[in-house]
């Protein structure tokens, strides 16, 4: 339970910073703050003199000019030059560039986020359905992680040959060393056993169930939630699909905004209906795999129980039978 907790507030810190991390774009028609848009340079018009020497600067065969075509043209072009403009072909250039060089770096953060603002992107669009979607989501996670973690631990804590070695104490008739072998260790299969040897004198059979039941329990934990998780989130995702769909259809008759609110609402029915089958899909794979590891766990108490009781019960009749073969009859203590 408490590594079932941690990992979902983790899961749901982790979201909410990036969520918060990423502020929702601006409204369809709605200018950003933050956009300044490029100020063109001021270009002078043809044949418009702008410096005093700017008017012996012309194209080359002007009419009633003579030498000027032959001027080295560096007055009129060359960066820095006192009482010069820059010629309209390069301020023009210079203002066509200058967007895309703002955009660059821009581009640069987006690129590096990837992912994250994919993810919160269509979390927006998907409309309100999502929040339910979004705590499903991390419930189906927790659950998955803290299963796999149980097993983990329960496949590292097997151990086989100590089983085989209480078996064969038993079998040799020796059940404080078989109580002793059992005693303090986290098998499941082993601590049914010894509550079985230490409570034989009462009901054996009695105490088996009650610890087999016990161990079952432990790793059916969580299976219940995670069979809800599978049915409820096709669910809310084919609710979200229904909301999108309803909110289309409600713009349609304004003209104006009809195109862009029916596709809004399309993209909405589509995310949730998506997230929806996502969950479902990712929790029902680990939902019959941890069913079937308690199918095989319920198997394995069942054998181990079998055995014990059918081992101790042959110990206890060889010890009547030893029993009734040292002890000797009427008959013969009257003769003796």
Known sequence: MKTFLTVSLALTAAFATALGQNPPPPAAGQTPATAVTPAAPAVPPPGVATSPGAAAVTSPGAPGVTGAATAPPLSATSPGAPGTMPSPAVSATLSAASPAASASPSATPAEKQGWTN???????????????????????????LERVFWWLGRWMRRDPKRIEKVFTAIENGDIGEASRLSRGTRDPVLRMMWNGLNHQHASLQGALQVAAGIEIKRAGRFLVVMDTLVTLAPLLGLLGTITGLIRSFSFLGNEELAVQAVTGGIAEALIATACGLGIAIFSLIP????TSRVSNLEFELQTAATNLEVMLEAQNRAREVDVTTDTPSAATRSSI
């Open 118 to 144: 994919f993810l919160i992107d269509n979390f927006r669009k998907g409309g309100p359905i999502m929040w339910p979607i979004l705590i499903v989501s991390i419930i189906a996670v927790a659950v998955v």
């Open 287 to 290: 939902f019959n795999f941890f």
